[in-house]
Each structure stands twice: as C-alpha cells, then as structure tokens.
C-alpha cells in the first residue's frame, strides 16, 4: 500500500505484515537461505549452478508487488569477500538480470549486511524491490544531474582508495555515513548492466572485506536511474556504526564524523598489506 506525507506528497510503503517476518539473529530456528532449506522459501524464480550458487525467490513479506530475495551463496557463513571471484561476478550478473526483468519500474537493489544495517536473517543475501513510483531520493538525484551542465560523477568526487580499467572505488569528498564509499563506473551510464561485471564484483568484494575490518553491520545500495540517459550510476556503500539522531532525522541533513581521506588512506593502506 502506497500512502503520502500530508506536507510534502512524497510516497510511503504501508506492509504491516513485514513486522511478521523471522528474526534469525535471535530466535534458534532453521535458515530458509541454506541449501537443503529451498522449502522454507517461495518458489524460486532464477538461479546459477547445479546445485545452485546463487538463488533467487520472491521475498516472503514483501514491502511491494515485486520484492525479491538474491541468495549469494549456498553457505550460511559465506560474506561477499568470501566468494570466489566467479561466483562473485555471477552474483553481480544476476543483480543486472533481475534488474532488467522489471521493465520500466524503478528498481532498487540493496545489501543489508548484519543486523545493525537491517538484516533479520545472517545468511547473506541482497534484495530488490521495484516501485510504480519514482523514489525521492532517486528523483532530486536525476533533477540535479539532468540540470547540471556536465555529468556530475564523470569528473573524480572524492579521495580514490582503488580503480580498475571500469570502475573507481572512492571515499566521497562529502560523505553523509561514516566510512562512505562510492563504485563509480568510469563511462557514462545511467543504469546498471552485465558489462565489466568482474571488475564490478572485485571491487564490491574488497569493499566488503573492508567494511567487516570495520564493524559487522553495513549496507550496499545500487543506484540507478532508468529512463533518466544525464544521471550517472553509482554504488553506495557505508558502515552501520551509528543510528541517525534527531538533527539528522529533523533536518535530512547529515553531520560527518569521519575524514574522508582519512577512510581512503586506511582502506588504501588494507589493500597494501
């Protein structure tokens, strides 16, 4: 159910029955994510291997119509780092399929890693919930970069901790979480796709590692802007290390802790070691 703020319009999800879902941080109880456990979830709707690597299925308390869960490993104890390379990239190409199988919605996939971050179950997975609206966020992002005379993100934005032939990892000049990074692609694209989906992978892969040297909660979010060719495709990644307080929530503004250089030299430093 989609319902609006009186003052400013902007849409919010109503899924009461999400309050319903399984805490197994904290409850002893079977993981629906292990391998031998696909009973426990919905009928599944894509996966890679045989036996499968990776799983995809519909999310069993969806916030919307469309709310899958992206199963990265058969293990319960597996984190992105942790992958192999392959597996990895066939993560990252899944990611762009089912992104691309949701034709003109606006689609969001994100990694909540640990409970901190909004996880309720510890086995590693991604989601990807797709709206019949455009998000806020989404859409003052798309106004700024379709009203800016250049592409904001084909120029550098912050400090870089590592880069591939594709893809810059950075620690943005204005971050808004602590420890906040950035995977930029180096060419203009307005939406993620299966292309450099290595590179892609090494790098989120790296950037996991270095989030759990960190703490043991934290988020990933890709951020896509389809049918928007002046915005520029990014992911956000960022450490759980505290909870917004009231000038954060009251404003929208954020109040930043951490140098961000200081984040890419130590990040930099860990790929040195």
Same mark, same amino acid.
């Given at each position: 159910? /989609?319902?609006?703020?009186?003052?400013?319009?902007? !849409?919010? #999800?109503? @899924?009461?029955?999400?309050?319903?879902?399984?805490?197994?941080?904290?409850?002893?109880?079977?993981? !629906?994510?292990?391998?031998?456990?696909?009973?426990?979830?919905?009928?599944? &709707?894509? *996966?890679?291997?045989?036996?499968?690597?990776?799983?995809?299925?519909?999310?069993?308390?969806? %916030?919307?119509?469309? =709310?899958?869960?992206?199963?990265?490993?058969?293990?319960?104890?597996?984190?992105?780092?942790? &992958?192999?390379?392959?597996?990895?990239?066939?993560?990252?190409?899944?990611? @762009?399929?089912?992104?691309?199988?949701?034709?003109?919605?606006?689609?969001?996939?994100?990694?909540? =890693?640990?409970?901190?971050?909004?996880?309720? /179950?510890?086995?590693? =997975?991604?989601? #990807?919930?797709?709206?019949?609206?455009?998000? !806020?966020?989404?859409?003052?992002?798309?106004?700024?970069?379709?009203?800016?005379?250049?592409? &904001? +993100?084909?120029?550098?934005?912050?400090?870089?901790?590592?880069?591939?032939?594709?893809?810059?990892?950075?620690?943005?000049?204005?971050?808004?979480?602590?420890?906040?990074?950035?995977?930029?692609?180096?060419? =203009?694209?307005?939406? #993620?796709?299966?292309? *450099?989906?290595?590179?892609?992978? +090494? +790098? #989120?892969?790296?950037?996991?590692?270095?989030?759990?040297?960190?703490?043991?909660?934290?988020?990933?979010?890709?951020?896509?802007?389809?049918?928007?060719? @002046?915005?520029?495709?990014?992911?956000?990644?960022?450490?759980? $290390?505290?909870? &917004?307080?009231?000038?954060? /929530?009251?404003?929208?503004? %954020?109040?930043?802790?951490?140098?961000?250089? @200081?984040?890419?030299?130590?990040?930099?430093? $860990?790929?040195? $070691?």
């Amino acid at each position: 159910m /989609i319902r609006r703020n009186p003052i400013t319009g902007d !849409p919010i #999800l109503f @899924a009461p029955h999400r309050a319903e879902r399984p805490n197994v941080f904290h409850e002893a109880t079977v993981c !629906p994510f292990c391998s031998g456990s696909e009973a426990h979830t919905p009928p599944e &709707l894509a *996966h890679i291997g045989e036996p499968w690597r990776i799983r995809v299925f519909p999310n069993k308390y969806p %916030a919307t119509d469309v =709310h899958e869960v992206i199963v990265e490993s058969p293990r319960h104890d597996a984190t992105f780092d942790s &992958l192999t390379l392959d597996d990895a990239t066939n993560a990252v190409r899944m990611y @762009a399929t089912r992104y691309r199988a949701h034709g003109d919605a606006c689609v969001t996939i994100f990694k909540n =890693h640990g409970a901190a971050a909004g996880a309720s /179950i510890a086995h590693m =997975h991604s989601q #990807l919930i797709a709206t019949s609206f455009v998000p !806020p966020r989404i859409a003052r992002e798309i106004d700024a970069f379709t009203r800016a005379e250049r592409c &904001l +993100l084909c120029e550098p934005i912050g400090d870089v901790i590592d880069e591939t032939s594709q893809f810059t990892w950075v620690a943005p000049h204005a971050s808004s979480f602590a420890y906040e990074q950035w995977i930029v692609p180096r060419v =203009h694209a307005n939406e #993620l796709s299966s292309d *450099h989906a290595g590179e892609l992978a +090494l +790098l #989120l892969q790296r950037a996991s590692a270095a989030m759990r040297d960190i703490g043991d909660a934290f988020n990933w979010i890709f951020m896509n802007f389809r049918n928007a060719p @002046a915005a520029h495709w990014y992911v956000q990644i960022f450490s759980r $290390q505290a909870v &917004l307080a009231g000038f954060e /929530i009251g404003s929208g503004s %954020a109040i930043e802790v951490i140098d961000p250089a @200081a984040v890419a030299e130590r990040f930099r430093a $860990q790929r040195r $070691q």
